[in-house]
């Protein structure tokens, strides 16, 4: 197997909720041209699956929220595994993790919420059962309206109301070794709040800082202030065991009138001085000796997303491949080749140029 020569650190996100980006055979030089070796799925596209192999990229792939509560079933589980990871990991993929669901606990679907654990237990047995344990993490990726208390970090506590699912959930990720996956956006906390949110402490730009009044530690950025609050709140239920990684972060190049910062200049400073910091391995305040492990969000811009502009334009690239901002990123997208585009576009397609599960192909 080959592995991505001098690698970055940095993890991507390669969201495709988009009707004009390119094929995952383009995609997968795009990434190895940046030497990117770490990316995250929301599903576990065979296309991309397949055009990744024999690049040493490493896959975290995702069970979509509406497909969580039928997970419970072991034999749903189990088949789902058959399907989606066996074949891959034989043709000599790299899946290392699998997320059941995503901010499952942002919204009010109790359903999900109550389906969760039940269901990553299940998924985990299943990968026990075809001989993958220890192959494969389990985990979900938490978004941090989980977090009653974000600041200071040392008083980091989880929302009253999400703890009763989160004490077992954290037994369930050290009994497995799995990390938690936090998905950490500064920018919302600027836009929210632009007069009293330094610029420069969201953006890892110079500047003083915060002192933690319980521990005394400096926090020169926000980013690692969440992470740290996230540890805090881990270790107020009883766990000093388990790594938190932070499975997005990113900075919108573009949003509506009322999104303050949602700039190309910020969001370039934003990731680049984030790629700065991970490749000098650095961490957190309260965990120096732990590099910060982060996948950015994202790796196109996509152009289908619900919501304000900014959600269409967290990309790091344009679908064409040329970079939205220069953080030395200097992307290769091969030119299309027309016969191969249209044999990975027409995988699963019907007439209407979707896929069996809703999302557009790509027509080339």
Known sequence: EVIVADALSIGVNYGQIANNLPAPGRVSTLLRSIKISKVKLYDADP??????????VEFVIGIGNEHVPAMVSSTVA??????????????????????????????????????LLPAMHSVHQALGALGLQGRVNVTTAHSLDIMGVSYPPSAG?????????????????????????????????????????????????????VTDPNT?????????????????????????????????????????????????????????NL????????????????????????????????????????GLFYPDGTPVYNVGLRGYLPPMADSQGARQAGGSCDSTHRHRDGRFCLVL
């Open 47 to 56: 296309h991309v699956l397949r055009a990744f192999l024999g690049t040493g």
């Open 78 to 115: 189990q088949a789902w595994l058959q399907q989606h990871v066996v074949p891959h990991l034989h043709a000599g993929a790299r899946i290392t993790c699998i997320t059941v669901g995503n901010e499952a606990f942002k919204g009010n679907d109790t359903a999900l919420q109550a389906s």
């Open 157 to 209: 506590a989880f929302a009253p109301g999400a703890v009763p699912h989160l004490q077992p959930f954290l037994k369930f990720l050290s009994a497995t070794r799995a990390p938690f996956l936090i998905n950490c956006y500064p920018f919302f906390a600027y836009k929210d709040d632009p007069a009293r949110v330094p610029l420069d402490y969201v953006l890892f730009q110079p500047n003083a800082g």
């Open 216 to 272: 005394g530690l400096n926090y020169d950025n926000m980013l690692y202030a969440q992470v740290d609050a996230v540890y805090s709140a881990i270790k107020a239920l009883g766990h000093t065991d388990v790594d938190v990684k932070v499975s997005e972060t990113g900075w919108p190049s573009r949003g509506d009138p009322d999104e303050v910062g949602a700039t190309p200049q910020h969001a370039g400073t934003y990731i680049g």
């Open 275 to 314: 790629l700065r910091r991970i490749e000098m391995k650095q961490g957190t305040p309260l965990r120096p000796a732990v590099p910060i492990d982060v996948y950015v969000f994202a790796l196109f811009n996509e152009n289908l997303k619900p919501g304000p502009a900014s959600e269409r334009n967290y």
